[in-house]
């Protein structure tokens, strides 16, 4: 098993509230996590902290201590831009930019110099397209803006751009609950075969999901981690 991240013993304060306590985890792209808990029991904070999403909570402190590939991402050397290409993240509703469904795969690669030449960036976008399981309805309306899409694949348009720059991580918020279910069986099977090639973390408040899509399940209650193994 190959461990893309660690956490070790993560606090979280939201100014004087202890939002999560002693947080310990690995995860490695052999398996899917599921965190699932109920609403308010620190999951999406500790998602959060794994890509200093939290950072923009201005009062909001870590404690402990989260690594990438064996790299403390809270310490100095750490760039918070790149840890955001390597570390993805999807959330709970779909986000494309109001762009062209080619610029939302494309803005990732271009602001981290992905691309020598307009081949280079067509390859990336339609291999990400193609990865994120959208290629097929894509490829005829490249130019059209990514928010006309439905909201099953504007979700896969966001997993696109989080797969355009190659991240080793993909942490995903709740990333059906806004879908319909035919929508929500797409981006479980997707979730599947991205597994192996990245490490996926998924927030869920749905046990038969975190069964469906989760080799392993980190159950949270209260700001702690209470449970934390194989999925059953
Ligand atoms: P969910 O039910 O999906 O967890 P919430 O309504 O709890 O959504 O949170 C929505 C947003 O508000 C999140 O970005 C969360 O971080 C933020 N939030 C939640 N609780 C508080 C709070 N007590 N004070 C300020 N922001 C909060
Ligand atoms: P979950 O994702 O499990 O629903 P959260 O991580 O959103 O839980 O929230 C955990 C706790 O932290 C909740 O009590 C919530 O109100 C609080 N919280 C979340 N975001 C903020 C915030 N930005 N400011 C203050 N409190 C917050």
Not at 86 to 96: A, D, I, L, T
Request: aromatic share 6%.
């Amino acid at each position: 098993v190959t461990t893309k991240m660690t956490a070790r013993n993560v606090n979280v304060y939201y100014g004087a509230k202890q939002a999560l306590k002693d947080v310990s985890i690995d995860v490695s792209q052999e398996n899917v996590t599921a965190f699932i808990g109920p609403s308010g029991c620190g999951k999406s904070t500790f998602l959060r902290c794994m890509n200093r999403m939290n950072d923009t909570v201005a009062s909001a402190r870590v404690e402990g201590e989260i690594k990438l590939d064996g790299e403390d991402i809270y310490k100095g050397g750490m760039d918070v831009v790149q840890l955001r290409a390597r570390v993805g993240m999807v959330f709970q509703k779909p986000n494309p930019f109001p762009k062209s469904i080619y610029d939302n795969v494309a803005y990732g690669p271009r602001i981290h110099g992905l691309a020598a030449t307009k081949a280079d960036m067509d390859a990336i976008v339609e291999g990400s397209l193609r990865r994120a399981g959208l290629w097929d309805e894509a490829k005829d309306r490249l130019g059209e803006s990514g928010t006309a899409m439905s909201g099953g694949q504007q979700q896969r348009l966001c997993i696109a751009r989080a797969i355009a720059v190659d991240p080793e991580v993909i942490l995903m918020d709740e990333p059906c609950s806004a879908l319909d279910p035919i929508a929500t069986a797409k981006i479980e099977e997707l979730i599947d075969e991205l597994r192996g090639r990245y490490a996926i973390v998924i927030v869920t408040h749905n046990m038969q999901q975190a069964a469906r899509v989760s080799q392993k399940t980190a159950f949270f209650h209260l700001g702690t981690m209470v449970e934390y193994g194989d999925t059953s």
